[in-house]
């Protein structure tokens, strides 16, 4: 994921986000369990067949005709995980 990504799952500014994939910042202990989540979202389509992690990231961001046309990426930065992590569940 790039910060632009990071940012808006965290809620966090760009810079922010930036300076944690350059190994500048650390998060918060209160941003943590959202990056939490999105490791497990990462890791649960790596385990259903999307391997790369483009793939993944593409995924993330495309509208999903499962979600109402929504992209998974805004569920989960509006704090509604359960969706997309039941709909993972399903692809095992």
Do not use: K
């Not at 922010?16 to 202990?29: K, M, T, V, Y």
Request: charged residues 25%; aromatic residues 6%.
């Amino acid at each position: 994921m790039n910060a632009l990504d990071l940012a808006r799952v965290c809620h966090v500014d760009l810079s922010l986000a930036q300076a944690w994939i350059d190994g500048q910042e650390q998060p918060s202990d209160a941003v943590v369990g959202r990056l939490r989540l999105v490791q497990t979202v990462m890791d649960g389509l790596a385990r259903n067949g999307l391997g790369e992690p483009e793939e993944r990231v593409e995924w993330l961001r495309n509208p999903n005709r499962a979600f109402g046309y929504e992209a998974p990426i805004d569920l989960l930065a509006r704090g509604e995980p359960q969706a997309v992590l039941d709909y993972i569940e399903r692809l095992s």
